[in-house]
């Protein structure tokens, strides 16, 4: 049960991270500056609260907490793309 929990959270984490990411890119390259601000200041936020929880705790330090992060990240990206269609338009 414990190797379930590291990986769902790291896979709702990386889900997202990587979300924020891609939307970031797009409004960047589509020239929003409140949606790249917002996602910027998001993504550093995220990236902060996951570094501490790297360090602190080695039970985020496994395979459950790698695959977590590399399907979080793959889903989390596709999904991005489909929502940012909506929201910023093509």
Known sequence: MKA????????A???VLYGLIVAN?????QGHYAWTLVTDMMISAFNFGFA???IEDKDNRNRWAM?????????GSCV?????????GA
Not at 4 to 11: G, H, K, N, P, T
């Open 4 to 11: 379930f929990r590291i990986f769902a959270f790291w896979f």
């Open 67 to 75: 695959m977590g992060c590399v399907l979080g990240g793959g889903a």
């Open 52 to 54: 501490v929880r790297f």
């Open 13 to 15: 984490a990386e889900f």
């Open 80 to 88: 991005s793309i489909l929502i940012t269609k909506w929201l910023y």
């Open 25 to 29: 890119g797009r409004a960047y390259n």
